[in-house]
């Protein structure tokens, strides 16, 4: 304000020696006064800019320093995450030992006869409280008898699908009980396409029967993958079975080599399917293409797998999940 006075004397000063009239003076003042206003408003507008815009870099600032302590926190938790599991290999590789020394221990020699030898009373273990089995379901149980003529005629797939979802939700006899059955129908027919794939598909069921047990976990996994690769050695263009291999595949873990091959399977199923009419269950095949992709990062090439899936099935919940899952594997490499 003191400059703006000053500009307003020496103006004043300086019309006065210029001899104008009072009110021509008072005029010429009056516009320097609103052109100086006008300036000063403009400079406080450019100041109060430049506040918002340090306060907005100072938000960000914050955030980011933020974002920065919490990626350190996820790198720690992730870093003791990977010890226990090294601490868990650990302990199953010192199990496995002690299994495999057991199994080669001699058993002692018994007493040579000539001793007599004292007989003790057998020590009775501490009784454990059994958790009983669920008794099966009579329901169940007649409807999978129901089921299994129509399974066995092999071209019934939602037959397949029922029976296979009612021993999976049933108890562990009736699995038992209705994958012998299947297991005998393979061995009266060792060359029926259909058999060796019900088997296969029947098997996945019995992976809820060997939670944290990894290497069994491991041979069921090889059962059902032979028993499949049995059907296409009957038929190599039996679609349904390079469908079922193929999303088999996708699931084992990333550094296998069977999931690194699973794009061939992959291929072959969506080539077969040209030859097709197309059926809702086809879009797993895209869904499980996208999930190969994902799984390994490119997810350029997963998003083209959902969409073109989409193109045939565009309500097709399995590929909007997954579309929801590699958008937010993108938004999550984006923040990093």
């Known amino acids: 304000m003191k400059k703006l006075m000053t500009c307003v004397l020496a103006c004043g000063v300086l019309l006065a020696g210029c001899g104008q009239k009072p009110d021509d003076r008072l005029v010429a003042l009056e ?8 300036e000063l408003e403009q400079e406080q507008a450019r100041n109060e800019t430049l506040q918002d815009q340090v306060t907005k870099l100072d938000g960000d600032l914050r955030d980011s ?6 990626l350190a926190l996820k790198v720690s938790k992730l870093s003791s995450k990977n010890e226990e599991l090294v601490d868990e290999i650990d302990a199953l590789k010192t199990k496995l030992e002690s299994a495999e020394a057991r199994t ?9 006869v000539s001793e007599p030898t004292v007989e003790t009373p057998e020590e009775t273990p501490e009784e454990t409280p059994e958790t009983t089995p669920p008794a099966p379901d009579p329901k169940v149980k007649q409807r999978l008898t129901d089921l299994l003529p129509l399974v066995k005629t092999g071209t019934d797939r939602e037959a397949l699908n029922e029976a296979v979802e009612l021993i999976y939700g049933s108890d562990k006899q009736t699995r038992d009980d209705f994958i012998t059955e299947i297991q005998t129908w393979v061995k009266n027919e060792p060359n029926n396409k259909y058999a060796r794939l019900t088997l296969a598909r029947a098997l996945t069921t019995r992976f809820q029967d060997l939670e944290g047990k990894f290497m069994k976990q491991g041979e069921l996994a090889g059962q059902i993958r032979t028993e499949t690769e ?3 050695e009957t038929d190599p263009d039996y679609y349904e079975a390079v469908h079922f291999l193929a999303i088999l595949e996708v699931n084992y873990p990333a550094f296998t080599p069977e999931f690194k091959g699973a794009n061939k399977d992959l291929d072959k199923a969506l080539e077969l399917q040209k030859t097709l009419t197309w059926e809702d269950h086809f879009a797993d095949i895209y869904t499980a293409y996208a999930q190969w992709h994902r799984k390994q990062g490119q997810l350029d090439a997963a998003a083209a797998k959902v969409q073109a899936g989409l193109d045939h099935a565009p309500r097709n919940q399995g590929l909007l999940d997954e579309q929801k899952r590699i958008e937010d594997a993108s938004n999550e490499t984006e923040g990093n």
Not at 31 to 38: A, D, F, H, I, M
Not at 65 to 70: I, Q
Not at 104 to 112: A, G, H, I, L, M
């Open 104 to 112: 080669t221990t001699t058993t002692p020699e018994e007493p040579p």
């Open 65 to 70: 320093r933020g974002d920065a302590d919490e």
């Open 230 to 232: 049995k059907a296409l």
């Open 31 to 38: 516009g320097q006064v609103k052109s100086l206003e006008t």
